[in-house]
């Protein structure tokens, strides 16, 4: 029987699920609210993807600008603690790939642009025997086996199935812009962190500039609110001297408030929920969108196994296959990195000396560094 699939939401994660499901010749459709226009300042925003998810990627045909990331260096910027990966230490090619926001999204959109529908939007939907049946803000409806909701963070047709057990306010802000640092290998990495500060820097392609970084730079509200283009040379220099290089901001600056999430459910009959709709985490691992992109993948492999033996995809025994191989992972990772917030927030010097010995410690057990390079690349999961 013929089956089909409706997202609401055509950002990263939406249109990655429909290339995901055009692969397997499972028809889909994708509601888009907002239309797909640039700004001047859009090339400034960054995702890192993993090893794993750039090659999935690949695979389905998507091509566009990015730059390899081969070393990682973490720095504890009150101390002489650090610790460095290289993907040769996992005998992989490259730990992640760094892309252009605005470029990724161009790149996905046109490979599922005939199946977007932009400028509308789903505002309910009610569940029917043959599936779910999805009431947009232009009047019309559409019906569908499965409603998929990638909507981002505060989804409302999300919040209309399952309620936060987890959810956090970390009181901070990120700061991302784009720099120059001769200095630094272009295919390297670097996070420091600093007191209540977490600053890092990615290898970024854009225009013809070389050594250009991307950075995200974690902060507490009050800094970043008086943070401007004017000032901020003064608060990089703690920077640039834990680094021994010159950081020349080369962008405007945007902001984003940081907080976590996590739903109890990522589905009923006829709908589940994926990606940021259905969970956020800190930006200090640069996991959100490995995770959300990850959603993507099993549910597109649980779709196909549920087609493939003539059973209804919309069937809450088959979505719940879906949450059980997603969501325990999931919280482990939001959890696991709000525990790393905390601790490299803490003021105490005894802390301070634990983190650095410990830094110290993991950098010389060479197994311990492969296994966090591997769970990290999206190869192999703790």
């Not at 232009?138 to 505060?154: P, Y």
């Not at 784009?178 to 420091?192: C, G, R, T, Y």
């Not at 105490?348 to 560094?369: A, Q």
Request: proline share 2%.
């Amino acid at each position: 029987m013929s089956q089909s699939v409706l997202i609401s939401g055509g950002g990263i994660v939406g249109s990655f699920l429909g290339l995901e499901l055009a692969a397997r010749e499972i028809p889909f459709k994708i509601i888009e609210k907002k239309p797909f226009a640039s700004s001047e300042n859009d090339h400034i925003r960054s995702l890192t993807l993993n090893l794993s998810a750039s090659e999935r990627l690949d695979y389905l045909g998507v091509t566009t600008t990015s730059s390899l990331i081969q070393r990682m260096k973490i720095f504890d910027g009150s101390g002489s603690g650090r610790l460095s990966f290289n993907c040769d230490e996992a005998n992989i090619d490259y730990l992640a790939k760094v892309f252009s926001f605005n470029d990724l999204r161009e790149a996905l959109i046109k490979r599922v642009e005939s199946s977007i529908s932009i400028g509308d939007e789903i505002t309910s939907f009610k569940t029917m025997k043959s599936g779910i049946q999805a009431c947009l803000s232009s009047g019309s409806t559409l019906e569908s086996n499965l409603l998929v909701i990638a909507e981002g963070r505060n989804s409302t047709l999300a919040k209309s199935i399952a309620s936060e057990n987890f959810s956090k306010d970390y009181e901070q802000t990120a700061k991302t812009f784009l720099v120059e640092i001769p200095e630094l290998n272009a295919e390297e990495a670097i996070q420091v962190f600093y007191e209540k500060e977490i600053f890092a820097l990615m290898p970024y392609k854009h225009g013809n500039k070389k050594n250009q970084f991307s950075v995200v730079w974690s902060m507490p509200k009050e800094l970043a609110h008086d943070l401007t283009l004017d000032n901020i040379h003064t608060h990089l220099h703690k920077f640039e001297k834990k680094l021994s290089c010159k950081i020349q901001a080369t962008s405007e600056l945007l902001s984003f408030p940081l907080s976590a999430h996590h739903l109890d459910e990522y589905c009923d009959h006829g709908v589940c929920i994926i990606a940021d709709a259905a969970h956020s985490i800190h930006p200090l691992a640069g996991q959100g969108i490995n995770l959300g992109i990850s959603d993507a993948i099993i549910l597109a492999e649980e779709i196909e196994r549920a087609i493939s033996t003539d059973k209804d995809i919309g069937q809450l025994a088959f979505l719940k296959k879906y949450e059980l191989r997603r969501k325990t992972l999931n919280a482990s990772m939001i959890r696991g990195v709000d525990f790393l917030f905390n601790l490299f927030q803490q003021d105490n010097p005894y802390f301070r000396l634990g983190r650095n010995s410990g830094l110290k410690m993991v950098d010389k057990i060479s197994f311990l560094k492969k296994n966090f390079i591997l769970h990290a690349s999206g190869i192999q999961k703790i």
